[in-house]
């Protein structure tokens, strides 16, 4: 996934509704951790913060579970997108 089509990807998604927005990165989170996972890391603090953020966190945690693509350094830094209630 190259760098324009990011940048596509993501201001396509801020332009849904909020509903529609968390659907959406999160289809979109499991494609872009396989094809891309350090761009997605790289890219997390552009989505947007309205439950997008930390929704998607919790999908590339889950997915960590399976996968074992990042560090625990990584781990660490997708865990402070998580909303704490």
Known sequence: MNLNRIDDAIELG???SDLEQIQ???RLTSSWQSYDPDSLLKNL???PENGVRSTVAH??????EFTGLYTADEVEFVSTFIKKD
């Open 14 to 16: 801020k332009s849904l």
């Open 45 to 47: 603090s552009r989505l």
């Open 24 to 26: 959406y990165f999160s």
């Open 59 to 64: 999908d590339i945690l889950r997915n960590q």
